[in-house]
């Protein structure tokens, strides 16, 4: 019997599916692509109650390709609906970071002094209300320093520092479960709340990870691989959800 092997795209995906498993009816906001098949890909598995959008104010009730129009619609949401799904903890969104720190704060506005910036990017946006308000995973499709590093410049997403900072009001619905780059996945099960190294993906060493971060990552003695895709979750990324690879641009093969 032929083995099918899985590309380090792939196991993003499932990783980042993993991070909606058994969520229930909540609504899952994933940003990027790999995100965007995860989310598909839980939809179609293991949480069939997952709440998907067509980006603007439907719900959609089918599992389209990347690129194609819902078929299916069961439902309206508009933005005051949205708002209220966030500010009560009933949505779970992927974000991405320009800096991400040991404590899960994030930047995506600006990179160097916010009086005179060297780059000017995103925008605070929606990231604090994301933050303290639902929980809140990253995803990062090129581990390096650049990212993962010892302070942000600026505070866009809440880390659990601040968060217990800003006491009980910001610590309700604050969690940050967890954090998938193209290496590995991470999440804060520590004492500290600090980031953790969970699980590296297959052909991915813990000295490539420390190499390419700004700070000590939390490190258990035994790391193990990520899940690897079943034959099942394979089929259903290469046939139904992403039969164009776009997943393979945003993380291409190693």
Request: glycine share 10%.
């Amino acid at each position: 019997m032929k083995t099918i092997t899985a590309t380090r795209a792939e196991y993003c995906v499932v990783a980042c599916a993993e991070v909606w498993r058994d969520a229930g009816e909540i609504l899952a906001s994933p940003m990027g692509t790999i995100p965007t098949i995860g989310a598909r890909l839980a939809r179609l598995t293991f949480s069939p109650g997952l709440l998907l959008t067509d980006g603007e104010a439907l719900l959609m009730g089918d599992v389209p390709a990347l690129g194609e129009p819902s078929g299916v619609t069961e439902g309206w949401l508009p933005y005051r609906q949205h708002l209220a799904l966030v500010s009560s903890g009933r949505r779970h969104v992927m974000m991405g970071a320009s800096q991400l720190d040991r404590h899960g704060n994030q930047n995506i506005s600006c990179i160097g002094d916010w009086d005179q910036p060297k780059r000017q990017l995103l925008g605070v946006r929606g990231a604090p209300a994301n933050t303290l308000n639902n929980p809140t995973s990253y995803w990062v499709p090129r581990h390096s320093t650049r990212v993962f590093v010892e302070k942000v410049d600026m505070v866009s997403g809440v880390g659990y520092d601040r968060a217990a900072a800003a006491g009980p009001s910001a610590t309700r619905y604050h969690r940050i479960p967890d954090v998938i780059s193209n290496l590995g996945v991470f999440d804060f099960e520590t004492p500290d709340r600090t980031m953790r190294l969970r699980s590296l993906h297959p052909g991915v060493t813990v000295g490539q990870v420390r190499e390419a971060t700004g700070f000590a990552l939390t490190v258990p003695d035994d790391v193990p691989c990520t899940r690897e895709p079943t034959a099942e979750e394979l089929r259903l990324i290469r046939a139904v959800i992403d039969p164009n690879g776009l997943r393979e641009r945003e993380v291409p093969s190693a």
